[in-house]
Each structure stands twice: as structure tokens, then as C-alpha cells.
């Protein structure tokens, strides 16, 4: 890849603060989520008062989750029955409305292991503090200029920002790669025919508060796609408004601008700095 734009030492600075500060702190009032002894994740005093409420009636078929005044306490069980009782917990705070953007969709909780400790509704990860995960793959042309899709007016999340060519969930039974495949595809109009230039790069894990119930915290396993200067991206599932091709310093100039959602803008001034890098530049 060609850069063609010479990026100063505080540009880079701040690009490489955007990255540094994507993992913040939790609310010191949030009480923590424990799963088999360990620290998980965290609710909001709001959400664990409405647990508790619900976990107080006489008829509750609870046998896997407890709440202290202090912490909501996870059984080590099977990921089926575990599952089952998170459900229950979450149709019902869904009620309460302490959770928002609802999607019907699950995503798998992962142990240190790797193995699925348990399935949970999307927005209830943010409503628990837990860890989900993502893809998020930078589309570059040959000579150096990155497509980025500009997100749908009816997205729940983040409506009208900018985002990197494909970027989303991993959800529930889908490893990392088919993700990443089936976002291409659905989001960007990628086929196979170009997968043989998709390089996985990394991750990053970031985390931030979404006042006032939820923290989002998600590790972004982050790719690069070559693609040829004469494609386009073509979106298939109404994700996405449309796409456009920028240089590097138009890119810079929305991260800067807050134009970006807050997970691209640090996939991206990652994406920046690595390449810089190997081309050398001061």
C-alpha cells in the first residue's frame, strides 16, 4: 500500500491516544457480575434492584443465579441451563427498560478457555458489562484510499455515523472467520473471489459506560482487505446508507471531527499507524 499523506508526530500522537483511552474505567457504584468465582462483568444499582425484586417473589425458579446487595453471582453450570435462566432474567429487565436496543439476537459468553459458559440477548451483554466480540475489516484500494460505509438512519446504534467497510457481531455458534465472511457479504457485497486478500490483523478490546445502565465492552478482532481501485462495495441488508472512498486525511479529519463511531475510529487509527510504520514516515 502507497501513502501518499505524511501524517505529523501530534497527528500520531493523537491517533495513538484514541487507541490507548478505548479501554475505560467502570462506574465505582456498579457492582460486579461473578461467573464460577471470577469478575465477569458489572450492572448498573438500577438493574441489580430490579434483580433482586424479581429473584424476591415467592414462585422464582431460580436455581443458577443469586443477587447480594453488592453482586449478582453466576452458577457454574451447563451453558444450556444457564442460558435458560439468563433469558428469564432478561425478558424481564427488559420490561423494566434498563436495557436498550433489543435485537433478538444471542451472543455467547466465553470462558478464559474459550469454551461457552453461556447465551445471552445482545443488549443484555451491555446491561451485564460483559465482553462480546466483533469483526471490524478495513477495505483499501491498491493505491492507499480506504472505503468506509456511512450506517443506516434505522440502525439502533449509531445512526448516520461513519463506519469501516464491514463491521459486526459475532453471534452465538459463529466463529470469528464465518463472521467476518457473512458481514462481507451482507454488509459490503464481498465474495469469495476476494477473500484471498482478507488478512486477520489483531484485536482490541474496548470498553466504555452507556449511561445510565449499560457499559459496552467488546474485543474487536480486526482484519485488512485489499480490493482493486476500480471496486465498489455494494450493501445487501439495508445496513448501510452507502459507501465512500477517502484518503487518509479525510479519514484523520472525521475521527477528529467525531464523524466515526468510537469502535471504528480506533479500528481505523489503528489501521493508520500500522501502516505508517511500514512505510516509515515522519
Not at 449511561?211 to 485489499?226: G, R, Y
Not at 459507501?243 to 487509527?269: G, R, W
Request: net charge negative.
Amino acid at each position: 500500500m502507497k501513502l501518499n499523506y505524511v501524517i505529523s508526530e501530534s497527528t500520531q500522537s493523537a491517533l495513538m491516544e484514541i487507541i490507548e483511552t478505548a479501554y475505560r474505567s467502570i462506574p465505582n457504584n456498579f457492582p460486579p457480575v461473578f461467573y464460577n468465582n471470577q469478575v465477569i462483568g458489572c450492572i448498573s444499582p438500577t438493574c441489580l434492584m430490579y434483580i433482586q425484586e424479581l429473584l424476591d417473589q415467592d414462585q422464582n425458579e431460580f436455581f443458577l443465579i443469586q443477587v447480594t446487595k453488592d453482586a449478582l453471582i453466576l452458577s457454574n453450570a451447563s451453558s444450556h441451563d444457564l442460558s435458560l435462566e439468563l433469558k428469564i432474567l432478561a425478558e424481564f429487565l427488559r420490561t423494566k427498560k434498563v436495557f436498550s436496543h433489543w435485537r433478538n439476537e444471542n451472543f455467547s459468553f466465553l470462558r478464559e478457555d474459550s469454551h461457552e459458559a453461556f447465551q445471552l440477548e445482545r443488549a443484555a451483554f451491555r446491561g451485564f458489562g460483559l465482553m462480546s466480540h466483533a469483526v471490524h475489516i478495513n477495505g483499501y484500494t491498491e493505491n492507499g484510499l480506504l472505503w468506509l460505509a456511512t450506517r443506516s438512519d434505522n440502525k439502533k446504534v449509531d445512526p448516520g455515523l461513519m463506519d469501516n467497510m464491514t463491521a459486526g457481531g459475532i453471534s452465538a455458534q459463529e466463529t470469528i472467520q464465518t463472521c467476518a465472511i457473512r458481514e462481507l457479504w451482507e454488509e459490503a457485497g464481498v465474495t469469495s473471489y476476494h477473500l484471498k486478500n482478507l488478512y486477520p490483523i489483531g484485536s482490541i478490546e474496548i470498553r466504555r459506560p452507556l449511561p445510565p445502565n449499560e457499559v459496552h465492552h467488546e474485543k474487536l478482532f480486526t482484519f485488512d482487505l485489499i480490493v482493486e481501485d476500480d471496486w465498489t462495495p455494494s450493501n445487501n441488508d439495508g445496513e448501510v446508507h452507502h459507501f465512500q472512498k477517502c484518503t487518509l486525511e479525510e479519514i484523520v479529519n472525521l475521527i477528529f471531527e467525531e464523524k466515526m463511531t468510537q469502535d471504528a475510529a480506533v479500528v481505523t487509527a489503528d489501521f493508520i499507524l500500522r501502516h505508517l510504520k511500514k512505510e516509515t514516515l515522519f
